[in-house]
């Protein structure tokens, strides 16, 4: 998917959301960055798990763990929103974090099982 297919989808994501009454200022602002970060790191194809645990725990975005459970939070949203069109994406589990020492990281993309 482009980069202007993926913009399209987060504005068209954005809308909806606003819509159904969520203010959305900041999730459009990260989920912006986040095309920027698969254009930058050359992504392509389908959106995969861990390409989206890798933006979520960047470095610029600093060691804070609130804003990383914030960004994890907005990007799970999108990728659900998103996998309902490209099949293919794959969505983090709520529970993935960053260090990989905590225990707690995992990707799974198994088929079957919903990441909700």
């Not at 993926?6 to 900041?26: P, T």
């Not at 600093?62 to 996998?83: E, I, W």
């Amino acid at each position: 998917m482009s980069t202007g297919d993926l913009l399209l989808r987060v504005e068209c994501y954005v809308a909806v959301r606003k819509a159904l009454g969520y203010a959305c200022r900041s999730e459009e602002k990260l989920l912006n960055n986040f095309v920027r970060f698969l254009e930058l790191n050359g992504a392509s194809g389908p959106i995969r798990a861990q390409t989206a645990i890798e933006w979520v725990c960047a470095p610029a975005h600093g060691p804070a763990p609130s804003g990383q459970t914030n960004r994890l939070r907005v990007v799970r949203g999108f990728l659900c929103h998103l996998q309902a069109f490209e099949f293919e994406t794959e969505v983090p589990w709520s529970g993935e974090c960053c260090h990989p020492s905590c225990g707690l990281c995992r990707i799974s993309t198994h088929p079957m099982r919903s990441p909700h």
